[in-house]
């Protein structure tokens, strides 16, 4: 089925205009009623009653968004624009005006964010930060296509890094955030390497992963100052179980925290 063409600004701007309140500050925007009706069925539901089609309301309060991704918000609505970033801090406002998308059921929208965050990283070459990907993953579904963008980009930045082992804030991530870790698997899944070049450890000596496995726990042993003594110490998930039951001693257990994850203020 053919998606129905666009219709054009002039036709949009009728004389019916409501009034938004955003952010604690109850910012005041008024805005055409048509246009934003027409962008959004999550607005046409809260100005227009789906039964008798009449209007229900002629103004609507927004307390939890903030004003600097509503003014993107606006500037999209009339022109059909988002801002490309010009430096990393601007996506900060970048990704609430996404999220504001996906609230609010504007396909286009969220499309055309997705579009300027690929560009961004692709121009830059650069990958998300971890507290990017996790602000996404605090505040989306698990089909939110702006996870699947940014885990694709993080798999990719994993996979071909050139160090040995994984960054220790990434590690940390993974072992609290296990659907994260998911997502990376699934998604390096789908690039289906060619058999010959993923290496098939059954054809090999298992002589150099016991070594590996020996020294990364004499180095860890080391930073903890624990000694030789350590080495028949319960691993529960690939986690020393002393560790852990301390760390959650100590209010560092997973938790919920991964749910309470708020953006950082851009400097």
Known sequence: ??????????????????????????THWALHEKLLCYRSKFFRN???????????NAHFGLPDDDDEPFRLF?????????PYPREEKELGSLFDLYLMGEKWEIKKLVIDVLENVRRFYHDTDTWPSLRRVQYIYANTPVESPMRQLLVS???R?????????????WEKALRRNGQLAVDIILCVQKWRFEPERVPDVREE?????????KER????????????????????????????????ANGHGDGDEGQQIKQEQDS
Request: glycine residues 8%.
């Open 157 to 169: 930045m994993l996979v071909l890094s050139e160090e040995e082992s994984m960054p220790p804030h």
């Open 153 to 155: 980009c993080v798999a």
């Open 205 to 213: 000596s298992v002589v150099p992963i016991y070594e590996e496995a």
């Open 1 to 26: 089925m053919a998606e129905q063409k666009e219709k054009p600004l002039n036709e949009l701007l009728s004389h019916d205009i409501v009034d938004i309140y955003v952010g604690p500050d109850s």
């Open 74 to 82: 606006v500037g999209w609505l009339y022109s059909d624009n988002v």
């Open 217 to 248: 726990r004499e180095v860890k042993q080391e930073a903890n100052g624990d000694g030789e003594g350590d080495g028949d110490a319960t691993m529960v998930n690939g986690v020393n179980g002393q560790h852990e039951a301390n760390g959650e």
């Open 46 to 56: 809260v100005f227009w009653s789906s039964a008798d089609k009449k209007r229900q």
